[in-house]
């Protein structure tokens, strides 16, 4: 068959585009955009025989207030809605899927294995059952150490790292929070902040409660040159072929937040090759439990106590620009786009 591209995505996104650059690279058809406006609005439609490709609706106001089913313009950088905005998504991805499997296209992504990586709670409880390892889960109240996140969240989206010693706490968080008259709101920050006043974690904690929070125990993590490190690590397919090492001064180690590539190559003489190895089969028996979803960005965090751990499972873990694949997969020599690319036209021609 011919190979015939459509992706659910916001027009003119980056990730949107180095797909498009990955099929045409690959010297297929232009794919075809379906803008997550239009499929929230009910104004789209899919052709037989087209391999669908459900991209993340982030980064567009309009969209985010459709999802959050808010009658107001939203302020996309606001925490608060994230609960509202996984139910306005994931009731969106299974009108999607009903829509592709009518049409006789084809899905890349199960509608419900998606909403399972974006619960963390659920995901951590999947991970569990198939004996994979994840950090114990911990309180959220606030009352011990822990890293406590929204369940809903991305991206590190009011991600507290909380320190608890004796009756002193300390909380480290990519949350701004502000005291206004209508009383206190959160907004994402591209700076971490450090939070020490009882009344500011309390406050903090507080605001995050309505939107559902999942607590674990903070993994010590290995490091380089000085700074905390784990890795994000793509499947294609179920098969693991990027890796990029991520390394931060602070615990959270996104590259948004002041995260940095590390060396890799270095990270694996470290370890030794038999420890890599265990990494990358944790990632792929982690892939393994969601067949229906092609690509996956699964977050390990490598434990000082030699043992690794899976932190997050990404669907949108894909965009690392300019990271080539690992060598002997299917990602050598392209980026993940391409990886995605090459291993699709395996599938269906």
């Not at 459900?54 to 969209?63: F, H, I, Q, R, Y």
Request: hydrophobic content about 40%; aromatic content about 6%.
């Amino acid at each position: 068959m011919t190979l015939r591209f459509a992706v659910v995505g916001n027009p003119g996104n980056r990730r949107v585009t180095l797909f498009a650059d990955a099929v045409r690279a690959a010297g297929l058809a232009e794919p075809r955009v379906v803008p997550w406006l239009a499929v929230l609005r009910g104004d789209y439609d899919f052709e037989a025989c087209e391999v669908v490709r459900v991209d993340s609706p982030g980064e567009d106001a309009e969209v985010t207030r459709l999802l959050r089913g808010s009658a107001e313009p939203v302020d996309m950088y606001r925490v608060e809605g994230s609960r509202a905005w996984y139910l306005g998504f994931t009731t969106a991805l299974e009108k999607l899927q009903t829509a592709i499997e009518e049409a006789g296209a084809v899905s890349l992504s199960d509608h419900r294995q998606i909403g399972t990586a974006f619960d963390k709670q659920a995901c951590h409880a999947l991970l569990v059952d198939v004996g994979l390892p994840v950090p114990e889960e911990a309180q959220s109240d606030g009352s011990e150490s822990a890293f406590i996140k929204i369940r809903h969240g991305s991206s590190a989206s009011g991600v507290v790292a909380l320190t608890v010693r004796g009756p002193r706490r300390r909380a480290v968080t990519s949350a701004e929070l502000v005291r206004t008259e209508q009383g206190i709101e959160l907004y994402n920050s591209l700076r971490v902040r450090t939070y020490m006043r009882e009344s500011d974690i309390d406050d903090l904690l507080g605001a995050l409660a309505p939107e559902g929070l999942h607590a674990e125990r903070w993994i010590p993590k290995l490091q380089q040159d000085g700074r905390d490190c784990d890795l994000r690590i793509v499947t294609v397919g179920g098969q693991a072929t990027h890796a990029v090492l991520r390394t931060s001064a602070y615990p959270m180690t996104n590259l948004h937040l002041g995260g940095r590539r590390g060396d890799l190559g270095r990270f694996r003489a470290m370890i030794g090759e038999p420890r890599w190895r265990t990494i990358v089969e944790h990632a792929q028996n982690t892939a393994a439990c969601f067949p229906g979803v092609h690509t996956l960005g699964i977050d390990v965090l490598p434990g000082a106590d030699g043992h690794d751990y899976i932190g997050e499972v990404n669907a949108y873990g894909d965009l690392l620009p300019n990271l080539m694949g690992l060598a002997g997969t299917a990602g050598e020599g392209v980026d993940t786009y391409g990886a995605q690319v090459r291993a699709l036209i395996g599938s269906y021609t």
